[in-house]
């Protein structure tokens, strides 16, 4: 499993995944809503960290609502998104071999990818501190 994606499985704070490309003057932040069935708290958190963004770097946001993949990777190309915000795994996706929406949509998109943890993931996971 690629390092990015054990560190959102465990990073207690938001991670910011890049590919080392420069991010345009204008920079455009995109939020992925609903991935994983997220809860509430979470969503108010993305939508809140995407305008927080947009705002002190005098670039623009955007919600991108779904649950597909394909739909969200299109959405990011075509609307030339520099940042992508998604939620970090539910705690439940963490067990077994198979990948979460949120680690299928990670290793698919070209954009930098900021990983908000989930509410479940608040807490300092106890294998990183021992």
Partial sequence: MPLEMQLMR????PLLVTGGRSWRPSTKFAGAIDLDGHDPALTEKLVDTVRFLALGSGGEHTLIYGSSVEAIKKFIEEHQVDVLAIGGPKAESW???DASL???LLSMVECDVLIVPASEASSTPTGLLS
């Fill in 10 to 13: 465990c990073c207690a704070v």
């Fill in 95 to 97: 067990q077994g071999p």
């Fill in 102 to 104: 949120t680690e299928r």
